[in-house]
Every structure is written in structure tokens, then in C-alpha cells.
């Protein structure tokens, strides 16, 4: 699997917030995110299946680079990886396009 570069979350941040309706499937799962988060402090195991089903398939409508760049991402840890932690910094601009 090809490694994941700063050039590729700005890439997919481009495409995303270019796209209205794509912003606002983003914008859904970030919102989803949270609620998968809530279901599973509340061990909710059913509810949080449920939601990393929707999340996965609202994934999709995002486009294959968003796809690509988040299966490729699951590979680095933010926290520890340097180019990890950029490209969460690179994503943070979509979040700010999400004002619910």
C-alpha cells in the first residue's frame, strides 16, 4: 500500500470543500463520529455498528482519494508520527467548515 503524504490530505481537503454537497456528507460524519463516540463510553455496541455502518457508507460519497487517504492514514499514529500529525492538521480545515 503507497504511503500517505501531506500533499494527498490537501488534495482531498481541496476536493471536499469545493463541493457543497460533499461538505455537508463531511460535515454529517463528523457529527456521527460523535455520536459512535458517545455509543461507545455507553458500551452501545449495536447503536455503534449502526453508526460505523452510515459513517463508512457516507465515506464513499466523499470520493476514492478520501477513501484512500483514510485507509492509508489508519496506519500512522498522530500522536507519535510527525507526518501523521500534519495531515490531522490539514483535515482540521474541513472541520471548520462544519458549523452545527
Same mark, same amino acid.
Not at 457543497?20 to 454529517?28: F, I, N, S, V
Not at 460524519?29 to 447503536?47: F, P, S
Not at 465515506?59 to 498522530?78: F, Q
Given at each position: 500500500?503507497?504511503? $500517505?503524504?501531506? @500533499?494527498?490530505?490537501?488534495? $482531498? $481537503?481541496? +476536493? +471536499? ?7 455537508? @456528507? ?12 458517545? @455509543?461507545?463510553?455507553?458500551? =452501545?455496541? &449495536? ?7 452510515? +459513517?463508512?457508507?457516507?465515506? &464513499?460519497?466523499?470520493?476514492? *482519494?478520501? $477513501?484512500?487517504? +483514510? ?7 498522530? *500522536?507519535?508520527? &510527525? !507526518?501523521? @500529525?500534519?495531515?490531522?492538521? *490539514? !483535515?482540521?480545515?474541513? =472541520? ?5
Amino acid at each position: 500500500m503507497q504511503r $500517505v503524504s501531506k @500533499a494527498d490530505a490537501q488534495s $482531498v $481537503v481541496e +476536493i +471536499i470543500s469545493s463541493d457543497k454537497a460533499k461538505t455537508e @456528507a463531511y460535515c454529517d460524519m463528523q457529527h456521527l463520529g460523535e455520536r459512535l463516540e458517545r @455509543a461507545y463510553q455507553e458500551r =452501545n455496541l &449495536k447503536q455503534a455498528d449502526e453508526l460505523l455502518q452510515k +459513517i463508512d457508507t457516507m465515506g &464513499k460519497t466523499l470520493g476514492p *482519494e478520501y $477513501v484512500a487517504l +483514510i485507509d492509508r492514514l489508519e496506519m500512522l499514529d498522530p *500522536e507519535k508520527d &510527525k !507526518l501523521g @500529525a500534519e495531515i490531522m492538521f *490539514e !483535515l482540521t480545515a474541513l =472541520n471548520r467548515l462544519c458549523t452545527r
